[in-house]
């Protein structure tokens, strides 16, 4: 693994965009530079600490399914190397954590597929038996298997907002009601063929949202990363049991700790700035990203 790398800093690329974790650069007019920093956010809030290795990580996984999943939808990689755009002192910066891909016209709106009543979802449920407008069974639980996956689309937040779920109806007024349908459909095949894959690794993947746009022919085209523990809930079958939240492969570690944190002797209030981690935590948060790579892949973290 290179060393952790917080925040990029090219001078060759026009920077477009930080996000929580990406730094994305201008390649000429028709081209992005999607940095994969080693930043993690909790509760919206980024981190002082990165977690070394784990933009690399989240880069090669995104790579395997960008893969796996190229006959279902087109995505956005360009399959030019990203360290041919960048000065010889940058390299570093950008090798093996970086994607050189396609500038697309980005849909408003975030495609969520759940498996799973997990999160946001389950506390949905309680309340009233469905999750963003879509009818559920009654008597389910707490990690359920849903009887067929369900589409639940959310509005993408500024950055330190939660995103909203939305209803179905509410997406086609926004995009319209044929790339609602061509989302909606496209999703749910995205996620049934990943997470038929996944068990076979030993990994449930309960629910996973997916990012699209439009190319310059109108086409939809998949965007972002995919099928991360940044972007999924990702569950170890030999721990999943109905009835409780499952341990799971992503920050849940780093949840928990900062649930207890204390800041100046009061719990943290959940507003930046973040309390500072330990190097435990660190350490486990990513040992996690790399047991899911290593599961789903095969290839050592």
Sequence with gaps: MTSALHTSTLHSLPLLARGKVRDNYAVGEDRILMVASDRISAFDVIMGEPIPGKGELLTRMALFWFDKLGHVVPNHLTGDAPES????????????????????????????VRGYLAGSGWKEYQEGGAVCGVKLPAGLKNASKLPEPIFTPATKAEMGDHDENISFE??????????????????IRLYKEAADYALTRGIIIADTKFEFGLDAA?????????LTPDSSRFWPVDQYAEGRNPPSFDKQHLRDWLEQAQVNGQPWNKQAPAPALPADVIEQTAAKYREALQRLTGEKG
């Design 85 to 112: 755009v960048v000065a010889p002192d940058e390299v570093a910066q950008v090798r093996g954590r970086s994607m050189l891909v396609k500038r697309l016209k980005p849909l408003p709106v975030e495609a969520v």
């Design 170 to 187: 509410r997406m086609v007024g926004i995009i319209g009601a044929d790339l609602a349908g061509q989302v909606r459909e496209v999703s």
């Design 218 to 226: 109108g086409r939809l085209t998949l965007m972002d990363e995919v």
